[in-house]
């Protein structure tokens, strides 16, 4: 049995802002496992790193898409880095900026050599759309570990949301064996949090015995 089904985890982990950077060249090194949010403008990855954090603004969030523009970090119980990663898919964005967007994460995501897992967040209320299913077969290609994290699931019924995810298995079985990993999750009402910490905690003693 795994520590996070023992023990209750506190509300609140130890939590600090190391930085924003622009590059991943920028990035300081560490030896740390680090776990990327990524996903559309406005998905909600600055709230889910609040969430299971405990933090109300650790991350900023905007109800405005295109908040987060550079790799923000945060440095979590002295133990693993969250990456806030700015959002793509935002339609009112320039060619220009989308093509910076693109270079920006898929070179530090390419690179980061502490780079533990992706969590790539997907609007539970969203169909699928070209953007999520080419960059989900992006990080495949790539070879790169990664879990869906369904986000904003206060906002509909259970079945909604299961709906939702048949419909993403639909398109992804044309290039998937088995639909990634997955999870549920709501910053609001904090479901999917132990889940969360769970898998990166699994995910760190991964790292930890492959160094
Ligand atoms: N109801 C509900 N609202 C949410 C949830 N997560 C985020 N939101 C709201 O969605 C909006 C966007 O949230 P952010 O966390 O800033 O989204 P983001 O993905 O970081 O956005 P960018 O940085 O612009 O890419 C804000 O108004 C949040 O309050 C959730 O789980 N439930
Ligand atoms: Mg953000």
Sequence with gaps: MSLTTRFKMPGQLPSLFIGSYPAFTKCPESRMPEFAFIGRSNVGKSSLINNLTG???????????????LINLFEVSKSWILADLPGYGFAKVSKTSREKWDKMTKDYLRNRTNLAMVMLLIDSRIPPQNSD???????????????????????????????????YWKVLKESWEIFPAHIITSSVSGMGRDELIELIEIACSNYMEEE
Aim: hydrophobic share 30%; charged share 25%; no cysteine.
């Design 55 to 69: 933090y109300k603004q650790l991350a900023k969030t905007s109800s405005t898409p295109g908040k987060t523009q």
């Design 133 to 167: 299913i080419e960059f989900i077969n992006w990080l495949g290609e790539n070879g790169l570990s990664f879990t869906i994290a369904f986000t904003k699931a206060d906002k509909q019924s259970k079945n909604a949301t299961e709906k939702l995810i048949g419909e």
